[in-house]
């Protein structure tokens, strides 16, 4: 049997092993899917007025990777892994891992209960539209993820030679049209004012 037969027996031996290990629900060297952790992290705020509040996101809000200072900040970070082999004449994915982060940062306004009602009432809408507004980001970064995940374990290639540049060029291609996104986004929306993320 010549290398290539022995390549290609592995590659099936591999793929056999996967549909059995995904059919006996252990772990997978081919995730059925791309794995999404997101965190808020929040930062503690205190104050009894609008404008001590103002005051104080304006000293501790997250900073974004231009230097600005926001309210709230929403980061996205796609990983990606995978092998690949000659499979029935083409070069394809033998398995895929697709790990994406999303950390949102977010206030904590910490002694709410201290301030009158209608500044409470005022701060949930404020905070609910924030929020609103962070999403879309965190949003962008799922997207980015599906499709990553779509694109490389559906891509094929007459030969294997140059299927890494080839995958990581459309990951990263995929990457660099949603952080496009996330900048017109912010552009739309003046950061989210217009979606009703105006405090005071
Ligand atoms: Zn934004």
Redesign the pocket.
Known sequence: MGKGWQLILRLSLGVILTLLLSWLGLGQAWGTFPIIRSQVNYYGITGKTASALRQQMNQLGPLAENGRR?DAY?KWHVAWRYRYGSLGGSCRMTSLTVHTDITYTMPQWQNLQQAPRSLQQQWQRYYQALQL??D??GNHGRSATQEIWQRLSNLTQPTCTSMSQIANQAAQGIINRYAQK?ID??RQ?G??RTQGAVFP
């Open positions: 926001f929403t507004h962070e879309g980001h996330d986004y912010d929306t950061h989210g």
